[in-house]
Nanobody, 114 residues
Framework: QVQLVESGGGLVQPGGSLRLSCAAS????????MGWYRQAPGKQREVVAT???????NYADSVKGRFTITRDSAKNTVYLQMNSLEPEDTAVYYC????????WGQGTQVTVSS
């Protein structure tokens, strides 16, 4: 069983930055592909960024050049650094762990508004 706990969401003005964290427990963190997804009101959940066990990263086109996903195996934690935030980035952000099965955190709200 994998437990994921997100933190770091909040309210930020357009152009601002936030860093989300996701602490994992209950598994060998290093062997899982980790990712961040988001879901805006009235929309489907979409992938934002993923990072493999070998630190290969992949990003949605809408966040390329603005967001960076990293992982720290010593701390069993994955991060999402979000810069140049836009109102369209407003959503609930979910941490994901995948290795055959999907595991999800409870989500953290990110609101970009002036």
């Amino acid at each position: 069983q994998v437990q994921l706990v997100e933190s770091g969401g909040g309210l930020v003005q357009p152009g601002g930055s936030l860093r989300l964290s996701c602490a994992a427990s209950g598994t060998i963190f290093s062997i899982y592909r980790m990712g961040w997804y988001r879901q805006a009101p009235g929309k489907q959940r979409e992938v934002v960024a993923t990072i493999s066990s070998t630190r290969y990263t992949n990003y949605a086109d809408s966040v390329k050049g603005r967001f960076t996903i990293t992982r720290d195996s010593a701390k069993n934690t994955v991060y999402l650094q979000m810069n140049s935030l836009e109102p369209e980035d407003t959503a609930v952000y979910y941490c994901n762990a995948y290795r055959g099965d999907n595991y999800w955190g409870q989500g953290t709200q990110v609101t970009v508004s002036s």
